[in-house]
């Protein structure tokens, strides 16, 4: 289905209720769509891409989005949760990606299962272990 409009949205959320409450979901919306990504710089769609590549294409969608937000909201960056976020990019995405939360100035919360991931994170450092955080 080709939705081209706020309105077309609402009509289509509005005659899907009743198929929605009976799947248990939501199933027409933008989350049903595939988002078509290019590396400009290697000349490949996204689907072609390693998937560090690809991790590293997504990051930096979400980075922009964070950047226009905080920008809009006159440099109040947003929080960022971020799971898994080192694993899969080199030591040099991994510096560029916190370098960038830092120029946000943003609240990042990120998680991982390999602390030496987050060397040069300049962050805080929680263990999580039975469900309570501990400062390392």
Do not use: N, Y
Request: glycine fraction near 6%; charge should be negative.
């Amino acid at each position: 289905m080709h939705l081209s409009s706020a309105d077309d949205l609402r009509a289509a959320f509005a005659a899907s209720r009743i198929r929605d409450a009976e799947a248990g979901r939501t199933l027409t919306g933008p989350h049903t769509t595939d988002l078509a990504v290019r590396h400009t710089a290697k000349r490949a769609d996204a689907r072609d891409c390693s998937t560090g590549e690809q991790k590293a294409l997504l990051i930096s969608i979400m980075l922009a989005d964070a950047r226009e937000l905080s920008r809009a909201r006159e440099g109040l960056a947003p929080i960022l949760l971020l799971d898994e976020i080192a694993a899969h990019l080199d030591a040099t995405r991994r510096t560029a990606l916190f370098e960038e939360i830092r120029a946000l100035s943003a609240q990042a919360w990120m998680t991982g299962t390999d602390l030496s991931l987050f060397d040069g994170a300049a962050c805080e450092i929680f263990e999580v272990r039975d469900g309570v955080f501990l400062p390392q």
